[in-house]
């Protein structure tokens, strides 16, 4: 594991990002899980750096957020495509998504998180605000486009604790 402090390596973070190869990893203690997410921020908030994820309350992922206030984010190669495929369409609800992509848990360095050990790079996070995107917030076009369901996603916005390499 080598360290870097961010925002080093913040163009490939949010290349990563924009291709949809990032696992968002969530546990309270008893289970955990993984989720595929495309869309969040990098950036620098109450004097922090900040992951922000936006999590739609449909997702198994989004429970663990009421119980934990820690996860880890992780960048993955091209070659855990077929995983990353399964992780933003299947449940955890139902499947321990660990066990049936291969993919390897590990603890965190300095909090309690799950961190995938595949990853290429990783961001350890602590939650420091939950916000809900609501109707009145989006302008009608993204409204219409994105929540027809009324799936307005949560904000999850998670200050970087560690960020590092993994061999
Ligand atoms: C490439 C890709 C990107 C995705 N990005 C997001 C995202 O940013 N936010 C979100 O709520 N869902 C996103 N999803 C959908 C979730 O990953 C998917 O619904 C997943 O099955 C949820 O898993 P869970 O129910 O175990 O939490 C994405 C899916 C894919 C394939």
Wanted: aromatic share 14%; net charge negative.
């Amino acid at each position: 594991m080598t360290e870097f402090k961010f925002p080093d390596h913040a163009l490939e973070l949010l290349e990563s990002l924009k291709s949809g190869r990032v696992l968002i990893g969530v546990s309270d203690g008893v289970e955990m899980n993984l989720m595929t997410v495309a869309w969040g921020f990098l950036g620098y908030t109450w004097n922090r750096p900040v992951f922000i994820a936006m999590i739609r309350p449909s997702r198994y992922t989004h429970d663990f957020f009421r119980r934990t206030d820690v996860f880890s984010v992780n960048f993955m190669s091209q070659e855990w495509q077929d995983a990353l495929n399964f992780c933003g369409t299947r449940s955890g609800k139902y499947i321990d998504k660990f066990r049936e992509t291969g993919l390897t848990p590990i603890e965190g360095v300095t909090t309690s998180v799950v961190v995938v050990k595949e990853a290429d790079k990783v961001l350890e996070c602590r939650v420091i605000s939950r916000e809900a995107l609501t109707p009145f917030s989006l302008n009608e076009s993204i409204s219409s486009t994105f929540y027809g369901d009324h799936s307005y996603h949560s904000l999850i916005f998670g200050e970087i604790t560690d960020s590092y390499l993994l061999p």
